[in-house]
């Protein structure tokens, strides 16, 4: 079956750290990987979309990587701050179409 | 710029009734999305529009769910009647083709 993996857990940092985080996927061939950050009561915002031929891409203190043989997409954001803390998704999107399937999100809490 | 606007951002209504979701998408955006988030499922696709004509509804849960885009600055979602299990937080997201697209803040529906 199809799946898209982000730990459920919450991940715990100190400021100043660089948090990971991961989305796994399973049964299917993404073009592009994207990540949105969820603030409580509010939509998605975008951060970063990667396609199927990048291995990395980078946006001021963010960084996603994306391993298509691993089916794997990993989220740096260094030096973190309170203000990061937030529930982070991964979504993909396929050839010819522009519908986005969501990862169930992690949850970041940066302590000061 | 003004975002995507949704309204109401709370609905609280009794199973039976119809409920109607609105969405204001950003001027020029060419793609709208539906999306329903819970605990369990997380963040799912209901149905998109491209230049107004509904693309792909295969995510409508039941026929009990329709969605119009009557113009492109304006599309609604209807549920009728209402059951418990719609309870959810609903978001409408739009795009220019094949940009990030931009979540309204939701609307929190509630059917006792």
């Known amino acids: 079956s199809q799946k898209i993996e982000q730990n459920s857990e919450a991940l715990n940092i100190q400021e100043g750290k660089t948090a990971t985080l991961t989305c796994n996927y399973t049964?299917?061939?993404?073009?592009?990987l994207q990540w949105y950050r969820q603030d409580p009561g509010r939509g998605p915002v975008f951060l970063l979309l990667?396609?199927?031929?990048?291995k990395e891409k980078r946006k001021e203190r963010l960084k996603v990587t994306f391993d298509t043989t691993l089916k794997q997409s990993l989220f740096h954001i260094t030096a973190s701050q309170p203000a990061d803390s937030a529930t982070y998704l991964c979504?993909?999107?396929?050839?010819?179409?522009?519908?986005?399937?969501f990862g169930s999100g992690t949850r970041l809490l940066v302590r000061p | 710029d003004a975002g995507v606007i949704q309204s109401p951002r709370h609905e609280v209504t009794e199973m039976g009734q119809e409920v109607t979701l609105r969405c204001k998408p950003i001027?020029?955006?060419?793609?709208l999305f539906w999306y329903r988030q819970t605990m369990m499922r997380g963040l799912e696709l209901l149905i998109y529009?491209?230049?107004?004509?509904?693309?792909?509804d295969s995510g409508m849960p039941e026929d009990r769910f329709s969605a119009k885009m009557p113009n492109a600055s304006f599309s609604t979602l209807k549920i009728q009647p209402s059951e418990p299990r719609d309870s959810a937080v609903y978001f409408c997201?739009?795009?220019?083709?094949?940009?990030?697209?931009?979540f309204g803040d939701g609307t929190r529906l509630s059917i006792l």
């Open positions: 997201a739009s795009s220019f083709g094949s940009e990030p697209q931009h």
């Open positions: 049964n299917y061939s993404p073009a592009y």
């Open positions: 990667i396609r199927e031929n990048e």
């Open positions: 979504a993909l999107s396929m050839d010819s179409s522009y519908k986005l399937i």
């Open positions: 001027s020029g955006h060419d793609y």
């Open positions: 529009f491209n230049n107004n004509v509904p693309i792909d």
